[in-house]
């Protein structure tokens, strides 16, 4: 009787391992781009990721900072269920990979100008308040500089591509600030969040403002994306289920800090 309580034990406990074992693994991948991922894993990305990551301890994470090139590269393992909250969402990377519900819900890029010349840009804005980016790349009056190793979106790219002879390109996203926060330019175009941190690195949050652009929409989404496997089918199952059931994303709060009043009304999502 004895042996066979033991064997009952053994049996139980090795049926518990195996259950473990079988865990479902997830590879958790960023780049670093503050402040939505930051090293010291305080950036308002990775306080989404911790979020949603509290919430599924039916599976193990391992969290890892990798080049965006490597990230990509590392996405088309089809034997490992790797993951990143790091991309935007694009019908190519539908197409490719598995994407949950909209996890990030970000300001689209903004003209970003010193504020107290914001009232010289009224004659282009339209109807809704929107600066018209293709009419101000016609006034040869405001210089403007953008990075020229960063996409800024089909649209954007699109109308900067006659290479207009009043825009600049630099290599460096923290010398155009420091060029506009001087009055050496008068635009750059950034994120909302990324304005208000490299605004604070280089000590020029009071000078700088965010203006919406007509041509492109409000907010970008971004979903979890991760590569195809079916431990990857069914996390990103439990991923949608557990966004649903939030309506009002909590896991937002944390970008709409780093966000000035006037975007974060505009992007917010409506009650």
């Known amino acids: ?32 781009w503050p402040p939505v991922f930051m090293p010291s894993g305080r950036g308002f990305g990775d306080q989404a990721l911790a979020w949603l990551i509290e919430r599924l301890p ?15 590269k590392a996405l088309d393992d089809t034997q490992a269920t790797v993951c990143t909250p790091n991309l935007l ?28 010349d914001v009232n010289a840009y009224a004659r282009l804005r339209n109807a809704r308040g929107e600066i018209e980016f293709g009419r101000l790349l016609e006034q040869p009056e405001f210089d403007g500089v953008v990075n020229e190793n960063r996409s800024y ?26 060029m506009l926060a001087a ?22 949050a009071p000078v700088l403002s965010n203006l919406p652009i007509a041509e492109i929409p409000p907010f970008v989404p971004g979903g979890v994306t991760c ?3 079916p431990a990857s089918a069914r996390l990103v199952g439990d991923i949608d289920r557990i966004l649903a ?26 009650r």
């Open 1 to 32: 009787m004895r042996f066979c309580l033991w064997l009952l034990a053994v049996s139980l406990l090795l049926l518990a391992d195996a259950a473990q074992a079988q865990q479902d693994r997830v590879l958790w991948l960023k780049t670093e």
């Open 58 to 72: 039916q599976h193990s994470h391992d969290i890892r900072s990798l080049p965006l090139p490597r990230l990509l």
């Open 89 to 116: 969402r694009t019908p190519a990377r539908e197409a490719q990979y598995l994407l949950s519900r909209d996890l990030m819900r970000m300001p689209a890029l903004s003209l970003v100008v010193r504020s107290s």
């Open 153 to 178: 979106g089909q649209t954007l790219d699109g109308l900067l591509l006659p290479a207009p002879a009043q825009v600049t390109r630099l290599p460096k996203t923290s010398n155009m600030v420091s």
């Open 183 to 204: 009055g050496r330019v008068d635009w750059i175009l950034l994120y909302p969040f990324e304005t208000v941190w490299l605004a604070r690195q280089e000590q020029t």
């Open 227 to 229: 590569s195809r496997t």
């Open 245 to 270: 059931a939030h309506p009002d994303e909590p896991w937002l709060q944390a970008m709409f800090d780093w966000l000035d009043p006037e975007t974060r009304r505009r992007v917010a999502r409506p």
